[in-house]
């Protein structure tokens, strides 16, 4: 099977390397293009239920101030990912290789799905953590959801069972 078109999700996490080696390696050897995409996990939305009785005036100045916290909050970690992302498409360029990135806001599981499909990827690559049992099924599992709702194949990277503690936490240059 030929793999043209490779959709990467990264989690900004240390495994991202790792996965984004994968999917160099691959693009290099079937000669495709890469898709990079990271889903910010939306944030809650402040309790409204306090907004009744004499102080109504001030706690709703408070939930405003909170909303735009929270506001000024996303827009640095989108300006985060994306200068992260846009490295990442950089060190692909250097291999020659032809790579687009995205960033959305939402469910990571749905959209890295959704978006395939509309880019009509071959292929599928993420990674996985490894949780099992119950933390898999309380906190759900992203490459679970994808290897049985994507549109295309996937191939999931497996975290590393010990990570050394040399290693750094945010992404470091691809060789």
């Known amino acids: 099977m030929v793999f043209k078109k490779i959709l990467v999700a990264l989690d900004h996490t240390i495994q991202s390397d790792e ?34 009785g004499v102080g109504a005036f001030a706690e709703l100045n408070l939930y405003q101030q909170a909303t735009q916290i929270r506001q000024t909050q996303l827009q640095k970690r989108i300006e985060d990912v994306e200068n992260w992302l846009k490295a990442y498409a950089q060190d692909a360029a250097a291999r020659g290789i032809l790579a687009e990135y995205i960033h959305v806001v939402g469910n990571p599981e749905v959209e890295i799905c959704q978006i395939a499909q509309q880019w009509r990827a071959d292929l599928i690559i993420l990674g996985r953590r490894g949780r099992q049992g119950l933390t898999e099924f309380v906190l759900g599992s992203v490459s679970n959801y994808v290897m049985h709702h994507a549109p295309c194949s996937a191939l999931v990277v497996q975290a590393d069972a010990v990570v050394s503690e040399d290693r750094q936490t945010t992404r470091s240059v691809v060789r």
Do not use: C, K, R, W
């Open 19 to 52: 996965v984004m080696m994968h999917a160099l390696d691959l693009a290099q050897t079937e000669n495709g293009n890469l898709m990079l995409i990271h889903v910010l996990h939306p944030e809650p939305e402040p309790s409204t239920n306090y907004f009744i």
